[in-house]
């Protein structure tokens, strides 16, 4: 419980932190989604590392990148999940489309293949999933920073606030 109250006051640091900055809405949408990119792919514990450097080359905020891997840590079994559906969507749609062989595709083999299959599935879905995401997440988290950031630093706030009136009373 005590890992969970402490990730979570984690989290409302650094998104008050992010939120509060005078950096623009692009900025912070590219530490955000920079910060996430190395979350659809197997880092093993090297990822918040990742992350925060591919922020710092792209010149997004270092925040954004935190508050980023961080969720996206706590999703990456969801992800995983949907590498390995993206992959298996384009599998079938290459072998409809006659550009891979059906002996892979559809099934055919021992569990080698199923295990071949699988990771090769992975891998695709993981590469389109991290563009796609990553081009579309920047477009609307520079839309949604833009448009509502008092709102949300409000939210954040508020929460911080509500928890220390309960505290007192």
């Given at each position: 419980?005590?890992?969970?109250?402490?990730?979570?006051?984690?989290?409302?640091?650094?998104?008050?932190?992010?939120?509060?900055?005078?950096?623009?809405?692009?900025?912070?949408?590219?530490?955000?989604?920079?910060?996430?990119?190395?979350?659809?792919?197997?880092t093993?514990?090297?990822?918040?590392?990742?992350?925060?450097?591919?922020?710092?080359?792209?010149?997004?905020?270092?925040?954004?990148?935190?508050f980023?891997?961080?969720?996206?840590?706590?999703?990456?079994?969801?992800?995983?999940y949907?590498?390995?559906?993206?992959?298996?969507?384009?599998?079938?749609?290459?072998?409809?489309?006659?550009?891979?062989?059906?002996?892979?595709?559809?099934?055919?083999?021992?569990?080698?293949?199923?295990w071949?299959?699988?990771?090769?599935?992975?891998?695709?879905?993981?590469?389109?999933?991290?563009?796609l995401?990553?081009?579309?997440?920047?477009?609307?988290?520079?839309?949604?920073?833009?448009?509502?950031?008092?709102q949300?630093?409000?939210?954040?706030?508020?929460?911080?606030?509500?928890?220390?009136?309960?505290?007192?009373?």
């Open positions: 419980m005590m890992i969970v109250v402490k990730w979570l006051r984690i989290m409302r640091y650094h998104s008050i932190r992010m939120l509060r900055s005078r950096q623009g809405a692009s900025k912070i949408s590219r530490g955000i989604v920079f910060g996430f990119l190395p979350c659809w792919y197997p093993f514990g090297i990822g918040p590392v990742l992350s925060i450097g591919l922020t710092k080359w792209v010149g997004g905020s270092i925040a954004g990148s935190i980023a891997a961080a969720i996206g840590t706590v999703l990456w079994p969801a992800l995983f949907m590498n390995v559906l993206t992959g298996d969507w384009l599998m079938k749609l290459a072998y409809f489309l006659h550009i891979y062989s059906a002996d892979i595709a559809v099934g055919g083999g021992g569990w080698l293949q199923v071949l299959r699988t990771g090769l599935n992975f891998t695709l879905g993981a590469i389109l999933n991290s563009v995401f990553t081009l579309l997440g920047y477009w609307i988290w520079t839309l949604i920073i833009q448009r509502f950031r008092p949300l630093l409000q939210m954040v706030r508020s929460r911080r606030r509500v928890q220390q009136v309960q505290t007192e009373s």
